[in-house]
Nanobody, 128 residues
């Protein structure tokens, strides 16, 4: 059974940094795309970033480019989201997700319904 467990969220001041981790278990993930999404209160879940487990290709939402970096560590089956220069608008629950390797187009990669497995989420709060 696939399990995704996020960690690393917290309460920080605006301008600070956080690194989120997503530990994956239950199967071989080399044929997956791993994504980070976020959901703020009263808003829809939105795409943040994704990475191809095999090959390492990365994709980002426009609003995080230059501030966030997604990476993976194969030996630990872990995906990371390094977040710098956090803004109050980044406050949300951040979710890790795993989707099929066949996701290539940004329009598919950025759609929550295309992902098969989800973690429980970790809260990130950036105060002004």
């Amino acid at each position: 059974q696939v399990q995704l467990v996020e960690s690393g969220g917290g309460l920080v001041q605006a301008g600070a940094s956080l690194r989120l981790s997503c530990a994956a278990s239950g199967r071989t993930f080399s044929n997956f795309v791993m994504g980070w999404f976020r959901q703020a209160p009263g808003k829809e879940r939105e795409f943040v970033a994704a990475i191809r487990w095999s090959g390492g290709g990365t994709y980002y939402a426009d609003f995080v480019k230059g501030r966030f970096t997604i990476s993976r560590e194969n030996a630990k089956n872990t995906v990371y989201l390094e977040m710098n220069s956090l803004e109050p608008e980044d406050t949300a629950v951040y979710y890790c997700a795993a989707g099929p390797f066949s996701l290539y187009r940004y329009s598919d990669l950025s759609r929550p319904s295309k992902y098969d497995y989800w973690g429980q989420g970790t809260q990130v709060t950036a105060s002004s």
